[in-house]
């Protein structure tokens, strides 16, 4: 496929600043390698947190196709207006892609109405996500399951709404198991959450991770159409002398 | 089915005092009229919008089962603190069912993540509810739909989350449809959207629609269970070394 | 998008034969018709059921990518053993887009498993699509609804498996509504339904509704990936002693 | 909860005439101690393979609320039409819940259009079942999880439909997942596929594994309505003269 998409990646840009170890697996930041897997003929721009506006401004929303969302230590510090903002283009049909600990992000907490908490473990372990839905769009090209050697444990129960479909479940090799790849829609706007991603890990250079993010551009990336109206409306057909 | 279920019927209650159409149906508030249709073993209480904390206190909530939630021209005169501590209720199980201009409330927009925007239009009109899952508890005891000579017109496109389930399509006689009857599950807490109950109509003295509140009241109640834990994780099973 | 999708139309074809009325909107038959209004880089060939093997071999369908299926009074010639190749494909990635009474062919009901049964009126009602998932792909630049001022009736209750996704529902004249847009996915494949097509209507040559035959075909359009492995496994972790 | 349902418990009977382990284990039949483990207040009956007409008369079915359902080495034995017979049981209302080797019956693939195959293993091996829906009716009064210290392995990928509710996913030690607790509703019916019960092991004899099982049969138990009509349908409004 070859539609022209315009992505933004954003990331919070924080642990590869203060932490040696982060900083030597993404050395220009997660936003950086993210963006080097993208293959899309759009643009591809990123954003961070302390940007002004976290890089965010109406005109970057207005010009962005799909937005892809890391964050994780400073959750606290996005401005709510903003969230707000981006909450608003979503629902107009801007898909969102949120990774990771982006679970806790204020967007995904907002746009899901849950408090999409879950259980964690940073203990090196072993993860393998399971495609469990073949046919979909965002298993493209994919074998049976992705393996992780190392990867931070989010398990069961994740706090979301059940997703409008599910995609990928994980393993984990301390016994627990993840909805790992869930799709849902949020008015016109579609948003794919992918759980991979923990910063101490060089996940994003992986190229069947990769691979999934490229397939969420493409699914999340939205129609043509105009907005709903809403609100008072003419009657269509005549009701009791009311002419429609 | 008699399991013993404490239900709270929060009404805005405005109207009724200030419009003589309204008081002339509800004359006793239509939180009166819906508690009067409801048929269940356990507590059936009253709650509206101008008592100290608008009646739902933690003490209020903590003994309700089943809130059930009718606000129109006061949405935002709802503190925010009480929306926040109705919906961690229903995060942890308590069961939910907002009816037709609560579509716009704070609590279930925050719980849809989405607008919750629709078409309206008050003329009169009829309505028919159609049954879309005839196997659903819902829809238990019921005919092919439910017909109702006057209410107001809500229609699509409604700007909610695609329902886990869908239970009812209505059809307006001046052209347009609407999902009527949906189903949700949030955190541990079910959630029924119902539209009818228009003020200015006699709605919640239909015995039809008595039947789905009481129905719906079933089918919110929570289970019987612990709060999952969230957070750190020991692992279960044995990794690298680490003792599960 | 201009992703190559090879599609096969297969029209049962008799109507136009012996229907002076039908012939007269489709001279060429209705596959004819919707093959006209096919915008799409892949191959487009028709199919029948007076052909041999209702013109559905093994190599036809082995380089189909999206089946559309027209079909009303002859499902029951329609050999079980294509049937059963044609959900084979379908089962394997090949997308399936259903059209008006189809909903009572067999390879439909053999895939949703349930009765397919509804209500019908011939009564040249108008019939009034609306979008209820503005973001989905198949809702790509229509509008709000698609009106048709001359259609039968197909009512609820549908008996079909609540669709993964539902886009559309219909507002009958008549005082019905209608699930008209209903997205699945079995195995691999993805399959669409869509209400509107009676014979004596022109309703394929109406654009919008070949809009969304379109949209259908792109999003039914399978992904590129192996079929899954089946049966027998061997451990892929070290389980007492049995090696991995 | 204190309704009266009517449980038929089917089994096909034939591992523990054959196999000295199951026999030991099972000895008076897997169907026996599902039966043992059941708590309602309607009557609870058996059926097996063997049994005139499988044990499922009209008169036994129509008598039938919920039927059970565990076959395994034999499942092309079962006579179609007695499959057919029980569908339409289903598609009316009744109740019907498929463990473990059941997801290989012919009931079970006919009610849901795909081939139902999966991955599978017998090596002793813990599985631990995740409640992934906490607040669904069916986890009422579980843990976070059921652990089985031995049990046969499914893994994904297992080609069913995608479920209308998922509530359970399974860890197994060997590396794999299985979607272990699914919901459906097909026609009236509520179906529910639960994954663990290899012959070889106790696992009927479990008291989680049973209180799953209650809680599944409360969940299938029909609504008490009509049977939709279906068919030709007269106009409930005025179109064109025609008069409603």
């Known amino acids: 496929m070859n539609r022209s998409i315009n992505v933004t990646i954003w990331n919070e840009y924080r642990h590869e600043k203060t932490n040696e170890k982060v900083a030597s697996i993404y050395p220009e930041g997660m936003h950086k390698a993210i963006a080097d897997g993208l293959a899309v003929t759009g643009t591809v721009r990123t954003a961070t947190l302390d940007e002004p506006e976290h890089g965010l401004t ?7 196709d799909v937005l892809v969302w890391w964050g994780h230590m400073a959750h606290d510090e996005v401005n709510d207006e903003i969230v ?3 909450r608003q283009r979503v629902l107009r049909g801007m898909g969102l892609i949120v990774l990771h600990s982006g679970h806790f992000s204020k967007i995904f907490k ?12 940073e203990a090196d372990e072993k993860e393998r996500i399971w495609i469990v839905n073949p046919g979909h769009p965002i298993a493209d090209g994919l074998g049976e399951y992705i393996e992780l050697p190392h990867e931070e444990m989010y398990g069961e129960h ?3 709404p ?17 909805r790992s790849g869930c799709c849902y829609t949020r008015g016109m706007g579609r948003i794919f959450y992918f759980r991979p991603g923990h910063e101490t890990y060089p996940t994003y250079f992986n190229p ?10 493409q699914w999340t990336a939205p129609v ?12 269509l057909e005549t009701i009791k002398g009311i002419q429609a």
Request: proline share 5%.
């Open 58 to 64: 109406d005109d970057v929303l207005a010009s962005t």
């Open 84 to 86: 707000e903002r981006v």
């Open 110 to 121: 907002k746009l899901m109405g849950t408090s999409c908490d879950l259980k964690w473990r």
């Open 208 to 217: 069947e991770i990769r691979k999934v993010i490229n397939n969420a551009v």
């Open 162 to 178: 059940q997703p409008d479909e599910l995609v990928m479940v994980s393993w984990f090799e301390g016994g627990e198991v993840f």
């Open 158 to 160: 994740f706090d979301i």
């Open 224 to 235: 043509d159409r105009e907005y709903p109206r809403y609100g008072h409306a003419q009657p």
